[in-house]
């Protein structure tokens, strides 16, 4: 017996074209992921935010370090009031003084310093033991030399920093040097196969300049001439000495260069 075509062919066609088999590919895996409902995850508090802020430096007085090998590296606050007890001050040289004892003396041989210094503001113009300036010294022999100063937070306008003396002595390397922009004052700068390097801002700043071989004297801020006595003189002072090297002197809260400007530092605040 045979069937008809076009019998058969009704047969195999559905009555309702919406339940008609869909004979095309299934979706990808990746396409039925991203139309799938992503579940929600809650997000994170940020860590960063939530971090403490370090805390600064505890105040202290007449920090002395020496070494013979070795770095130094590390962030004081000066309070000249503070006082220490004997057992934790160095043995006085002997050209000092209990007057003349050194609030800052940190020194190696063998290594770099790199110091970060705060000076606390003092009520008056003088401590009560008759000095009237903070004595700040580094040296270093085989090394480089970064010293930076700021000047500690006053609450009361009363409040002034004392005169600041720093003294900084290199000899293999260079010496750089940070300052706050309240320093007003003498600087001499010694070398003996280098030069003195100033940033723009603090050459804006420079009232007298002299310079003579392998010397650079210079008078930062305002001066009163009738007043002032090079020998006598009881303001900042700053004295930078090395033999290989240049000194470079800018502000404290100037961008400090980085990479290939750090080495280009001299020959742009030259």
């Known amino acids: 017996m045979i069937l008809p075509t076009s019998s058969s062919s009704n047969q195999l066609k559905p009555k309702d074209p919406d339940t008609a088999l869909d004979q095309s590919d299934p979706p990808s895996y990746d396409a039925a992921l991203k139309s799938a409902p992503q579940p929600h995850i809650p997000s994170l508090p940020s860590t960063s935010a939530s971090a403490p802020s370090p805390l600064p430096p505890t105040p202290t007085n007449y920090v002395s370090i020496s070494r013979q ?3 130094v590296k590390g962030e004081w606050v000066i309070d000249p009031h503070i006082v220490i007890p004997s057992l934790f001050l160095s043995p006085l040289l002997p050209e000092e003084s209990e007057d003349s004892r050194r609030h800052l003396h940190i020194k190696t041989y063998y290594g770099s310093l790199s110091i970060d210094a705060t000076l606390i503001p003092s009520e008056g113009e003088g401590l009560s033991s008759g000095r009237a ?8 022999v085989h090394g480089t030399l970064r010293f930076k100063l700021h000047d500690g937070p006053s609450l009361d306008c009363a409040m002034t920093r004392l005169p600041v003396k720093i003294k900084l002595n ?8 940070r300052i706050p922009r309240s320093f007003k004052g003498l600087v001499n700068i010694e070398y003996q196969y280098g030069s003195a390097k100033l940033s723009e801002e603090v050459l804006s700043r420079v009232r007298y300049s002299k310079e003579e071989e ?3 004297r210079l008078f930062i801020g305002d001066l009163d001439e009738s007043r002032f006595s090079y020998d006598s003189w009881a303001g900042d002072e700053l004295n930078a000495k090395t033999t290989f090297g240049n000194v470079y002197l800018s ?3 100037e961008p400090e260069p980085k990479g290939i400007l750090s080495r280009l530092w001299g020959s742009v605040f030259s």
């Not at 290199?170 to 040097?177: F, L």
């Open 69 to 71: 090998h070795g770095d």
């Open 133 to 140: 300036a903070a004595l700040l010294e580094a040296e270093t």
């Open 170 to 177: 290199g000899y293999h390397n260079a010496i750089r040097v």
């Open 214 to 216: 392998q010397i650079t």
């Open 251 to 253: 502000y404290d809260d």
